[in-house]
C-alpha cells in the first residue's frame, strides 16, 4: 500500500512540475506577445499624432486650396426638423 502512495505521489509530483512549465512558457509567450502590442500601440499613435499635428494640417489645408471660413454656419437640427 505504501509503495502504491509514493508511486502515485511521484507521477502528481511529475504532473504538477509539467504543468508548471508549461504555464512558464506560456508566460514568456504571452510576455512577447504584450510587448509586440505595445510597438504597435505606439506606432499608431506616433502615425495618428503626425496626422493630426497642427502644422501638417495647415500645409495639406494650403495644398488643397482651402479657406478658412471666418463665420462658418452650421446647420442645427431643429432646422433640419423645421423643413
Known amino acids: 500500500m505504501l509503495i502504491l502512495v509514493v508511486v502515485i505521489s511521484a507521477l ?3 504532473f504538477l512540475y509539467n504543468q508548471l512549465v508549461n504555464l512558464r512558457h ?3 509567450r504571452q510576455e512577447a506577445s504584450l510587448r509586440q502590442a505595445e510597438v504597435t500601440n505606439a ?5 495618428l499624432y503626425r496626422i493630426i499635428d497642427t502644422e501638417n494640417l495647415k500645409s ?3 495644398s488643397q486650396s482651402l479657406i478658412l471660413d471666418k463665420n462658418p454656419e452650421y446647420i442645427k ?7
Open 12 to 14: 502528481w509530483g511529475v
Open 26 to 28: 506560456e508566460i514568456k
Open 43 to 47: 506606432e499608431l499613435k506616433n502615425n
Open 60 to 62: 495639406s489645408v494650403n
Open 77 to 83: 437640427a431643429k432646422q433640419i426638423a423645421n423643413r
